[in-house]
């Protein structure tokens, strides 16, 4: 059996390998772009990704067939896509990000727990719901991430969108009653997904998720293991391997530390009880600054947009979305930048016709 080579060959017969008399594995648009982002990053975090997609053919494949290995490829390929994420993490420095471990199961199988306590926080962002577009052709391929201003408040006669810089570059705070808002770190609705599965606590459920690929392979004192399931079980591997991997190449296309992969990084190891010392210092970066956009939404209100010298991006009454801004307004004959803070650009324009939006005060 000769070493991966990775060249078209190689890819091709990958892909044939996967197909079955059930059709290839059926992939979204976005999924297939996906794909071909991966295939353009570099090194073992390249191959990694290409694996996950290669297992998740091979369990396709195989459902029907072989149950067991077909389930155990399933899981494999998502085990692959959080190696890649992890690895990008440590390519890139993030704070903390060397204390976890590619190789470890529990590491890899808890991220995707994580990633769905980290969701049920932003499902509370509701107004944002971003419309995400990949840019296969862009070198390293990049993730592009739009929000629909209108559902933040921000009214206007045609639809208008916003755009960070880059797409993790915000922070999510929960407000407290005796004190300043805190960079939240997600332990609550870790531990209710952990009870949710009558687990006692955040670690014992992670490590019974990664006991989940052992259990389809060995025997135990009642049996030789056999599994059964819906194709839904290989579809919602592919889905988590889309998330894994897009999160992927948002890590990858920028040397900068992006604040919501910090915050993500601090949380996922306190999760995991590797965290040493007191974490990141977000105080340095997210202050108060003197200008910039509001966004307020009460509990049982729309969401208001409101352009003035003060500072807060708030979702529901307890969790505050803080990005930092760069306003950018663009006008009919040339663009004006105002610029309030330098780590998140808001880039204003009309998108269905290119007419551009008025200068507004800062």
Known sequence: MGAGADNETSESTMRAEGESVRGELPLSDFQKTLEQCVGKLGGRVKHCGRS???????????????????????????EEAASALILSLQQKRYPGAKRLNFRDHVHKAALTPF????????????????TLRLKPDEDPPRLEVFVDMSRAGLRSPEPLFAQPDEPLNFVVRMEN??????????AHELRQIAEGRGVDTIKAFLEAEANQRNRLLYATDTGIPQVSFEEGFLLERLRRVTVLLTL???????PQHQLFAVQCVEAFLRALERMAGDGYDFGSL???????????KAHDKEPVTMFRRSYTFSATPRFRISPMFQVMLNIAEGSTSYEVLPVLNVIMVFASTGRTALALPV
């Open 115 to 130: 990633l769905d306590a980290v969701a049920k926080v932003l499902a509370l962002l509701d107004f944002a719901k971003p």
């Open 248 to 254: 992927t190449i948002a890590i990858q296309q920028t």
């Open 177 to 186: 009653e005796d004190g300043p808002a805190t960079v939240h770190m997600f």
């Open 286 to 296: 997210i202050q108060e600054p003197t200008s910039g956009i509001v966004v307020r």
């Open 52 to 78: 996950a997609f290669h297992h998740l053919r091979r369990a396709w494949a195989l459902y029907g067939v072989d149950n067991e290995m077909s389930a155990f490829r399933a899981i494999t390929a998502e």
